[in-house]
């Protein structure tokens, strides 16, 4: 599943590659996705030019001049940059594509179609962005911020953290390494974490993410010759799907919130 990371290497690949930031057109191929892909779309965006592209949690946007595309990629989603010539190959699981001006398409593909699009006049008020916890390589998210989370709270430390509304883009992995680098059990409630905890939690979280855009950004030199896929990019986990912890303990896996929460027993309190 595309986490932040992988968005984040997706939009600036995008952006790298984009050279006409027009909207030729735009062609629905299958509008079955999470959400049925808006019939007004191709109008709405028609002749549009493209300001920026850029990622909100794991949605990519595109603010155009009358509005702004959502895209979000769900499980399975790849945005291919293909050349007109090649526009006709249609892949099964192709859903949309947007030409632009100099008649290169970007074509969206997603198997397991939980990936979705929208188009919105207001990007704040969007029913997929209004309700987002900032951005958790800002400013904004830093251990004062986190302690006031946390506050009076029982729900476990993991939960929390991987709460969108409280902060974007924590995924499983990278939930379970940070906690790992900062010595926390994952289900640890929250009321009981102290300051300290928070702001070592926070800078594990910072550190995991810029590590793994880092090597995305380093994976993918060229979104051509990616042949469509992402920066699903492999890097060496500490505790995620480990056996033994470095202290020489078998690492334990427990489900919080439905989700896989390996941790180590003796260097997480
Ligand atoms: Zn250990």
Known sequence: ??????????????????????????????????????????????????????????????????????????????????????????????HYQIELKDNKILKYNDVRKFGSIHWTENIHDHFLIQNLGPEPLSKEFDSIFLKDKCRNRNVAIKNLIMNQNIVVGVGNIYACEALYMSSIRPDKKCKYITLKQCDDLVKSIKFVLKKSIKSGGTTLKDFKNLDGAPGYFKQKLMIYDCKICKCGVEVKNIKLGGRSSFYCNVCQK
């Open 1 to 94: 599943m595309p986490e932040l990371p992988e968005v984040e290497t997706v939009v600036k690949a995008i952006n790298r590659s984009l050279e006409s930031m027009t909207i030729k057109r735009f062609i629905i191929i299958n509008s079955k996705l999470r959400w049925d892909i808006s019939s007004n779309i191709p109008k709405l965006v028609k002749n549009r030019k493209i300001e920026n592209i850029y990622r909100r949690g794991k949605h990519i946007i595109f603010k155009l001049d009358n509005g702004y595309i959502l895209i979000h990629l769900g499980m399975t989603g790849i945005i291919k940059f293909i050349d007109t010539i090649d526009a006709k190959n249609r892949g099964k699981h192709d």
